[in-house]
Protein backbone atom coordinates (compact mmCIF):
# COMPACT_ATOMS: atom_id res chain seq x y z
CA UNK A 1 0.00 0.00 0.00
CA UNK A 2 1.92 3.66 -1.03
CA UNK A 3 -1.06 5.72 0.52
CA UNK A 4 -3.11 6.60 3.58
CA UNK A 5 -6.63 8.00 3.71
CA UNK A 6 -9.09 10.26 5.37
CA UNK A 7 -12.63 9.47 5.66
CA UNK A 8 -15.07 11.59 6.18
CA UNK A 9 -18.64 11.21 7.83
CA UNK A 10 -21.65 13.30 8.33
CA UNK A 11 -24.77 11.43 9.99
CA UNK A 12 -24.89 8.55 11.42
CA UNK A 13 -28.15 6.33 11.40
CA UNK A 14 -26.80 2.76 12.04
CA UNK A 15 -24.05 1.98 15.01
CA UNK A 16 -24.69 -1.61 13.75
CA UNK A 17 -23.48 -0.08 10.32
CA UNK A 18 -20.34 1.96 11.77
CA UNK A 19 -19.46 -0.44 13.84
CA UNK A 20 -19.31 -2.81 10.31
CA UNK A 21 -17.27 -0.11 8.34
CA UNK A 22 -14.46 0.60 11.29
CA UNK A 23 -13.95 -3.01 11.84
CA UNK A 24 -13.16 -2.96 8.09
CA UNK A 25 -11.12 -0.45 7.48
CA UNK A 26 -8.93 -1.09 10.62
CA UNK A 27 -8.10 -4.87 9.28
CA UNK A 28 -6.75 -2.60 5.61
CA UNK A 29 -5.26 0.48 7.50
CA UNK A 30 -3.96 1.85 10.59
CA UNK A 31 -5.90 4.19 12.59
CA UNK A 32 -4.41 7.81 14.01
CA UNK A 33 -5.60 10.83 15.65
CA UNK A 34 -5.57 14.26 14.17
CA UNK A 35 -1.89 15.00 15.11
CA UNK A 36 -0.26 11.59 14.61
CA UNK A 37 -2.02 12.43 10.67
CA UNK A 38 -0.16 15.62 10.74
CA UNK A 39 3.19 13.74 11.93
CA UNK A 40 2.96 11.54 9.53
CA UNK A 41 1.35 13.17 6.58
CA UNK A 42 3.45 11.26 3.99
CA UNK A 43 3.37 7.65 5.71
CA UNK A 44 1.16 5.26 4.08
CA UNK A 45 -1.35 2.74 5.21
CA UNK A 46 -2.90 5.39 8.01
CA UNK A 47 -6.38 5.79 8.26
CA UNK A 48 -7.87 9.04 9.97
CA UNK A 49 -11.61 9.21 10.56
CA UNK A 50 -13.31 12.67 10.60
CA UNK A 51 -16.91 13.98 11.35
CA UNK A 52 -18.68 17.38 10.08
CA UNK A 53 -21.19 19.34 11.29
CA UNK A 54 -21.67 17.77 14.32
CA UNK A 55 -25.32 16.30 14.08
CA UNK A 56 -26.66 14.98 17.36
CA UNK A 57 -26.17 10.97 15.80
CA UNK A 58 -22.72 11.85 16.23
CA UNK A 59 -22.68 11.30 19.48
CA UNK A 60 -25.93 9.33 20.05
CA UNK A 61 -24.53 6.59 17.49
CA UNK A 62 -20.79 6.84 15.79
CA UNK A 63 -18.90 8.35 19.78
CA UNK A 64 -20.12 5.27 21.70
CA UNK A 65 -18.47 2.76 18.67
CA UNK A 66 -15.73 5.08 18.34
CA UNK A 67 -14.96 4.19 22.43
CA UNK A 68 -15.53 0.82 22.15
CA UNK A 69 -13.40 0.26 19.69
CA UNK A 70 -10.79 3.12 20.93
CA UNK A 71 -10.53 4.56 17.33
CA UNK A 72 -9.98 8.19 17.24
CA UNK A 73 -11.64 11.04 15.15
CA UNK A 74 -11.88 14.83 14.57
CA UNK A 75 -15.40 16.47 14.65
CA UNK A 76 -15.90 19.51 13.01
CA UNK A 77 -18.33 21.64 14.29
CA UNK A 78 -19.82 25.71 14.10
CA UNK A 79 -19.57 26.81 18.01
CA UNK A 80 -22.28 29.46 16.74
CA UNK A 81 -24.59 26.57 16.21
CA UNK A 82 -23.99 24.74 19.32
CA UNK A 83 -23.93 27.60 21.36
CA UNK A 84 -27.21 29.26 20.40
CA UNK A 85 -28.66 25.63 19.48
CA UNK A 86 -29.74 26.80 16.23
CA UNK A 87 -29.16 24.31 13.12
CA UNK A 88 -27.28 24.94 9.72
CA UNK A 89 -28.95 26.64 7.09
CA UNK A 90 -29.03 23.62 4.70
CA UNK A 91 -30.64 21.71 7.78
CA UNK A 92 -33.06 23.92 7.33
CA UNK A 93 -33.85 24.43 3.86
CA UNK A 94 -34.45 20.10 4.03
CA UNK A 95 -37.84 21.04 5.14
CA UNK A 96 -38.40 24.11 2.84
CA UNK A 97 -36.81 22.12 -0.29
CA UNK A 98 -40.47 22.57 -2.27
CA UNK A 99 -41.44 23.96 -5.50
CA UNK A 100 -42.83 26.87 -3.85
CA UNK A 101 -39.37 27.62 -1.88
CA UNK A 102 -37.33 27.15 -4.92
CA UNK A 103 -39.60 30.13 -6.88
CA UNK A 104 -39.23 32.41 -4.26
CA UNK A 105 -35.15 31.80 -3.92
CA UNK A 106 -35.39 32.35 -7.38
CA UNK A 107 -37.43 35.67 -7.39
CA UNK A 108 -35.63 37.02 -4.63
CA UNK A 109 -32.41 36.60 -5.90
CA UNK A 110 -32.31 36.55 -9.68
CA UNK A 111 -31.00 39.94 -10.19
CA UNK A 112 -28.07 38.91 -8.89
CA UNK A 113 -27.40 36.57 -12.09
CA UNK A 114 -27.39 37.62 -15.77
CA UNK A 115 -29.42 34.97 -16.90
CA UNK A 116 -32.48 33.03 -15.45
CA UNK A 117 -31.94 30.48 -12.78
CA UNK A 118 -35.13 28.75 -12.43
CA UNK A 119 -33.83 25.38 -13.89
CA UNK A 120 -31.29 25.40 -11.45
CA UNK A 121 -31.61 23.67 -8.19
CA UNK A 122 -32.41 25.40 -4.97
CA UNK A 123 -28.82 24.23 -3.61
CA UNK A 124 -26.92 25.12 -5.92
CA UNK A 125 -28.51 28.60 -6.16
CA UNK A 126 -27.66 28.92 -2.34
CA UNK A 127 -24.62 27.97 -2.47
CA UNK A 128 -23.62 30.45 -5.10
CA UNK A 129 -24.81 33.39 -2.94
CA UNK A 130 -23.20 34.64 0.77
CA UNK A 131 -24.48 33.22 3.87
CA UNK A 132 -26.05 36.02 5.21
CA UNK A 133 -28.05 36.22 2.25
CA UNK A 134 -29.33 32.43 2.60
CA UNK A 135 -30.18 33.06 6.44
CA UNK A 136 -32.38 36.01 5.24
CA UNK A 137 -33.93 34.23 2.58
CA UNK A 138 -34.96 31.46 5.61
CA UNK A 139 -36.06 33.52 7.98
CA UNK A 140 -38.17 35.75 5.97
CA UNK A 141 -39.98 32.64 3.98
CA UNK A 142 -40.37 30.91 7.47
CA UNK A 143 -41.72 33.97 8.66
CA UNK A 144 -44.26 34.70 5.51
CA UNK A 145 -45.54 31.54 5.71
CA UNK A 146 -45.39 30.92 9.42
CA UNK A 147 -43.58 27.94 9.32
CA UNK A 148 -42.22 26.97 12.60
CA UNK A 149 -38.25 26.20 13.15
CA UNK A 150 -37.08 22.12 12.90
CA UNK A 151 -36.39 20.86 16.23
CA UNK A 152 -32.32 21.27 17.23
CA UNK A 153 -30.67 18.40 15.44
CA UNK A 154 -26.99 19.15 16.37
CA UNK A 155 -24.87 18.16 19.53
CA UNK A 156 -25.09 20.75 22.56
CA UNK A 157 -22.55 22.64 24.50
CA UNK A 158 -21.92 20.12 26.95
CA UNK A 159 -22.13 16.69 24.90
CA UNK A 160 -18.96 19.19 23.22
CA UNK A 161 -17.04 19.53 25.71
CA UNK A 162 -17.56 15.78 27.17
CA UNK A 163 -16.75 14.44 23.97
CA UNK A 164 -13.29 16.59 23.58
CA UNK A 165 -12.67 15.33 27.27
CA UNK A 166 -12.42 12.03 26.22
CA UNK A 167 -9.25 12.08 24.81
CA UNK A 168 -10.57 10.49 21.86
CA UNK A 169 -12.33 12.98 19.50
CA UNK A 170 -10.38 15.99 18.51
CA UNK A 171 -12.59 19.05 18.12
CA UNK A 172 -11.88 21.15 14.96
CA UNK A 173 -13.39 24.52 13.46
CA UNK A 174 -15.54 24.39 10.60
CA UNK A 175 -16.77 28.20 10.45
CA UNK A 176 -19.55 30.03 12.14
CA UNK A 177 -22.14 29.94 9.78
CA UNK A 178 -21.16 27.52 6.77
CA UNK A 179 -21.01 29.55 4.22
CA UNK A 180 -19.26 28.91 0.37
CA UNK A 181 -16.37 30.93 1.62
CA UNK A 182 -15.35 32.05 -1.47
CA UNK A 183 -18.84 33.96 -2.44
CA UNK A 184 -17.77 35.70 0.65
CA UNK A 185 -15.87 38.98 1.32
CA UNK A 186 -12.48 39.33 2.40
CA UNK A 187 -13.35 40.51 5.91
CA UNK A 188 -16.53 38.05 6.21
CA UNK A 189 -14.55 35.22 5.07
CA UNK A 190 -11.69 35.99 7.79
CA UNK A 191 -13.80 36.59 10.34
CA UNK A 192 -16.13 33.34 9.60
CA UNK A 193 -12.24 31.71 10.18
CA UNK A 194 -10.96 33.20 13.07
CA UNK A 195 -14.02 33.80 14.96
CA UNK A 196 -15.19 30.07 14.77
CA UNK A 197 -11.51 28.97 16.31
CA UNK A 198 -11.71 31.52 18.84
CA UNK A 199 -15.10 31.07 20.07
CA UNK A 200 -14.25 27.24 19.93
CA UNK A 201 -11.36 27.17 22.10
CA UNK A 202 -12.91 29.49 24.76
CA UNK A 203 -15.74 26.21 24.59
CA UNK A 204 -13.15 24.02 25.41
CA UNK A 205 -10.60 25.58 26.79
CA UNK A 206 -7.40 25.07 24.68
CA UNK A 207 -5.69 25.88 21.29
CA UNK A 208 -7.73 24.36 17.76
CA UNK A 209 -4.90 23.09 15.33
CA UNK A 210 -7.76 21.80 12.81
CA UNK A 211 -10.30 22.96 10.19
CA UNK A 212 -12.58 21.53 7.51
CA UNK A 213 -13.56 23.65 4.48
CA UNK A 214 -17.73 23.92 4.13
CA UNK A 215 -18.70 21.89 1.19
CA UNK A 216 -14.81 21.91 0.68
CA UNK A 217 -14.08 21.58 -2.87
CA UNK A 218 -10.94 23.57 -3.90
CA UNK A 219 -11.42 26.55 -6.01
CA UNK A 220 -15.40 26.23 -5.79
CA UNK A 221 -15.80 26.72 -2.01
CA UNK A 222 -12.23 28.07 -0.92
CA UNK A 223 -9.14 29.64 -2.43
CA UNK A 224 -5.52 30.92 -1.63
CA UNK A 225 -7.28 33.85 0.37
CA UNK A 226 -8.67 31.23 3.25
CA UNK A 227 -5.54 28.84 2.86
CA UNK A 228 -3.33 32.11 3.05
CA UNK A 229 -5.45 32.92 6.59
CA UNK A 230 -5.24 29.22 7.99
CA UNK A 231 -1.52 29.53 7.49
CA UNK A 232 -1.13 32.69 9.60
CA UNK A 233 -2.86 31.92 12.94
CA UNK A 234 -1.38 28.50 12.60
CA UNK A 235 -3.63 25.69 11.39
CA UNK A 236 -1.98 22.42 11.35
CA UNK A 237 -4.15 20.86 8.60
CA UNK A 238 -7.43 21.98 6.69
CA UNK A 239 -9.12 19.72 5.27
CA UNK A 240 -11.57 20.04 2.10
CA UNK A 241 -13.53 17.14 -0.06
CA UNK A 242 -11.65 16.62 -2.50
CA UNK A 243 -12.14 13.03 -2.82
CA UNK A 244 -8.61 11.30 -3.26
CA UNK A 245 -6.05 9.20 -1.40
CA UNK A 246 -2.92 10.46 -0.11
CA UNK A 247 0.28 10.17 -1.90
CA UNK A 248 3.58 11.60 -1.03
CA UNK A 249 3.56 15.21 -0.95
CA UNK A 250 0.49 17.14 -0.35
CA UNK A 251 -0.82 20.79 0.60
CA UNK A 252 -1.38 20.63 4.52
CA UNK A 253 -4.77 23.29 3.87
CA UNK A 254 -6.18 20.39 1.23
CA UNK A 255 -6.02 17.22 2.65
CA UNK A 256 -8.37 15.52 0.58
CA UNK A 257 -11.08 13.19 2.15
CA UNK A 258 -13.13 10.50 0.83
CA UNK A 259 -16.75 10.32 2.02
CA UNK A 260 -18.83 7.55 3.17
CA UNK A 261 -22.32 7.70 3.77
CA UNK A 262 -24.15 4.17 2.90
CA UNK A 263 -22.74 0.57 1.67
CA UNK A 264 -20.83 -2.83 2.41
CA UNK A 265 -17.87 -3.22 2.39
CA UNK A 266 -17.20 -4.18 -1.25
CA UNK A 267 -18.72 -0.49 -2.20
CA UNK A 268 -16.50 0.67 0.32
CA UNK A 269 -13.39 -0.92 -0.88
CA UNK A 270 -14.42 0.32 -4.54
CA UNK A 271 -15.11 3.76 -3.21
CA UNK A 272 -11.64 4.18 -1.31
CA UNK A 273 -9.85 2.23 -4.13
CA UNK A 274 -11.35 4.58 -7.31
CA UNK A 275 -11.88 7.94 -5.09
CA UNK A 276 -10.86 10.14 -7.63
CA UNK A 277 -12.24 8.40 -10.65
CA UNK A 278 -15.44 7.98 -8.29
CA UNK A 279 -16.10 11.35 -8.43
CA UNK A 280 -15.53 11.96 -12.03
CA UNK A 281 -17.69 8.97 -12.91
CA UNK A 282 -20.47 10.08 -10.85
CA UNK A 283 -20.30 13.92 -12.44
CA UNK A 284 -20.34 12.14 -16.32
CA UNK A 285 -23.60 9.82 -14.84
CA UNK A 286 -25.65 12.60 -13.59
CA UNK A 287 -25.89 15.41 -16.35
CA UNK A 288 -26.78 18.32 -14.05
CA UNK A 289 -24.28 17.45 -10.74
CA UNK A 290 -24.14 20.13 -8.10
CA UNK A 291 -20.68 21.05 -9.10
CA UNK A 292 -21.49 21.42 -12.78
CA UNK A 293 -24.29 24.00 -11.71
CA UNK A 294 -22.57 26.05 -9.51
CA UNK A 295 -19.56 26.49 -11.92
CA UNK A 296 -22.54 27.65 -14.77
CA UNK A 297 -23.78 30.07 -11.99
CA UNK A 298 -20.88 31.47 -11.00
CA UNK A 299 -20.18 32.14 -14.54
CA UNK A 300 -23.20 34.23 -14.80
CA UNK A 301 -22.66 35.91 -11.42
CA UNK A 302 -23.13 39.86 -12.45
CA UNK A 303 -19.77 41.15 -10.76
CA UNK A 304 -21.19 44.36 -9.17
CA UNK A 305 -23.39 42.70 -6.61
Known sequence: MNYSIVVMFHEIHSSVWFNEVLVHLGKKYKFVNADQLYENIHSTGLCHITFDDGHRSFFENAYPVLYELQIPATLFVSPKVIEEETNYWFQSVRKLNNNDFHQYVCKKVSYRFSNPITDFSVYSILKS??????????????????????????????????????GLVEIGSHTNNHPILINESDKVS??????????????????????????????????????????????????????????????????????????????????????????????????????????????MLLLDQ
Do not use: C
Not at 144 to 155: A, D, F, K, S, T
Not at 198 to 208: A, R, S, T, V
Not at 258 to 263: H, L, N, R, V
Open 190 to 299: ELEIKDSIKMLEDMIGHNIDYFAFPNGQPGLDFGEREIRILNEIGIKLAFSTSSQKIYGKINNYMVPRIGISKGNNFYIDNKIRFAKQWSQLRSISHRNTEGKERKRLKS
Open 129 to 166: IPVKIILELIENYESENRIEEEPYMNITKEQLIELNNS
